[in-house]
């Protein structure tokens, strides 16, 4: 099994999540973070004073999924959360040694 975590542009959550539903990915966690790579932040102006913006939002994604369907994940995440321009994410691609479903006591590929 494999831990995907991504991180991609706000406006782009709901076009990756019906792309990974398609290629059959079950589910899914999603959370609202800020952060900062090669875009260090930018300055916006807010009644006529500019201030620096030093974190940008985006959104986390992490599911788990078969090791045989992590390559098809991540490029269909890819392919989705791209627009070519700078702070479009990243994604990470980690083991992951053991799963549980708490309701029904399943374990590793059962539980996902």
Known sequence: MK???ATI???KLEEVREALTDIGVRG???TE???FGSQSGHTEIYRGAEYAVNFVPKVKLEL???AAMADQVVETITKTAQTGKIGDGKIFVLDVQQAIRVRTGE???DAL
């Open 3 to 5: 831990l995907i975590i």
């Open 64 to 66: 788990v999924v078969p």
């Open 33 to 35: 973070i800020k952060g």
């Open 28 to 30: 899914m966690m999603v």
């Open 9 to 11: 542009k706000p406006f």
């Open 107 to 109: 374990t590793d590929a």
